[in-house]
């Protein structure tokens, strides 16, 4: 089995939202970058551009690789990509419904993750919105949220 390799992982400084979510500052205005409301569906696309699609996102998403002797069902498997060489751990990441719509974790990931381009701190927080483009490890998925008809 391929073990995880470390790649560099930048350092920025947290701001955060009245209730504790660790917000994501867009690095060219300085402002604080916020969700968009929990969506119906939530489509995920993958990096050979292949789509997953999740109607049920209770309680939560997990992303990572799946492993013959994992206990932790994973819900975005990153495997057929990654194989251990692209940075994206077994248990990479946790995407969940919260107040304020769809927010993402990274689970102490060994190479971390990004959202468009912005580092994230492991066990924080961040809002995820459509059109977002999330980085695990080395490989880019795409998001995008589906309303019915609200």
């Given at each position: ?37 929990v969506p119906d569906r939530l489509r995920v696309i993958l990096p050979d551009q292949s789509e997953q699609v999740y109607d ?95």
């Open positions: 089995m391929a073990e995880t390799r470390k790649f560099h992982k930048s350092d920025e400084q947290p701001m955060y939202d009245e209730d504790g979510t660790q917000q994501l500052v867009d690095p060219g205005s300085g402002l604080a970058i916020y969700s968009s409301p049920n996102l209770s309680p939560y998403l997990i992303v990572g690789r799946k492993t013959v002797t994992g206990s932790q069902a994973i819900d975005i498997d990153m495997t057929p990509f990654d194989q251990g060489i692209y940075g994206v751990s077994r248990i990479h990441a946790r995407i969940l419904p919260d107040s304020n719509g769809l927010v993402i974790q990274d689970l102490k990931s060994t190479n971390g993750t990004e959202i468009n381009g912005c580092a994230m701190k492991p066990s924080q927080t961040y809002p995820l919105k459509s059109g977002d483009t999330v980085k695990f490890g080395n490989l880019k998925v795409k998001f995008v949220f589906e309303f019915n008809n609200r």
